[in-house]
């Protein structure tokens, strides 16, 4: 597959990405090479991608515990310590393989040692690859507060590598495939009708798919990279998904939804926004819904629990003096941002989703 330019890194695919960065290795002069996992990708992906590295550089391994609840300033804080215990210098590239917490966290952690030290991404994940990999952001939650703490920062470059979805467990392939059914809404009408019928989806295809996502989050980061316009549009569902996301994992009662779940919700809900606000047809609305409800099971939502979810919409990062700001579909494949909804609007989401 060809590479794909984005804003002033390349991402590579597969067994080209290998031979670029042992290129990239071999011309460079670092002091030390620090790759960055968690302790589900020391475990599955690290025995892959060790034996194509060519250098003579010192490998230092540097593992934090899996998990979102450990996407914290505490875990870079213990990451901090051991590159500094370990020697690292200005001159020292970390490289981050694993999902997207390691390469949110991975990149915010590089951005910040020293004021900053040189970064390599490499996704291992359907959710990273389609989503982590583009766009340069970095960074943490603030407690239950996803992505609250972190900086804008290029990686040198990125590699793509789809074998490495060999390890993931079918629940993580659906949380990235809410991405790729986001890049078909708010911006490719085709992609999303690939979709629609998963039985006929060729998933030996699987890479074509996966280029298609990257490429349309690539045009839209590359007009819009730091989120002053267009760029809005990737956060489609990710409004309501966000504070859905974050009550789950607050909220020892619930089991914790992963990042997909809660953004397909997210996409429901604001469907319905968008149909009642008459930006969708009810045939359109009805498409979505029910294509995302025949992938993702149904999550029961009580009485109890829209307040406080509507409470953490105050959080949202989008928000601007104090509204809250929402991205809707306008037609399948189109977007409409700074939108905002009334309360009773979002109630009313909630009552047709559990319907």
Known sequence: MQTIQATNYPIYFNEKGYQELNSYLNDSKYSKLFIIVDSNTNEFCLSRFLPYLE???????????AGEPYKNIDTCVQIWNVLTELGADRKSLVIN?????????????????????????????????????????????????????GVFNLPLMVLIDTAYLETVPQNEM??????????????????????????????????????????????????????????KALNFGHTLGHAIESYFLENENKI????????????????????KKELLNQQEYFQIKNAIKLIYDDVIFEENDIEPIMELLIHDKKNEYGNI????????????????VESELILEAFQDYKS
Request: aromatic share 8%.
């Open 97 to 149: 393989l694993g999902g997207g917490v390691v390469t949110d966290l991975g990149g915010f952690v590089a951005s910040t040692f020293k004021r900053g030290i040189d970064f390599i991404n490499i996704p291992t994940t359907l959710l990273s690859m389609v989503d982590a990999s583009v766009g340069g952001k970095t960074g943490v939650d603030l407690g239950n507060l996803k992505n609250q703490i």
């Open 256 to 275: 914790n939804l992963l990042h997909g779940e809660a953004i397909a919700i997210g996409m429901i809900l604001e469907s319905y926004i968008s149909l």
């Open 55 to 65: 250098t003579d550089l010192t490998i230092e391994i540097v593992e934090f515990e």
């Open 174 to 231: 659906r949380s990235g495939l809410a991405e790729m059914l986001k890049h078909g809404l708010i911006y490719d009408k085709e992609y999303w009708e690939k979709f629609l019928d998963l039985k006929s989806v060729d998933f030996n295809e699987l890479d074509e798919l996966i280029y298609r996502s990257v490429e349309i989050k690539n045009e839209i980061v590359t007009i819009d990279p730091t989120e002053k316009n267009l760029r």
């Open 325 to 340: 700001q929402f991205a809707l579909i306008n037609g399948i494949g189109k977007i409409i941002i700074n939108q905002s």
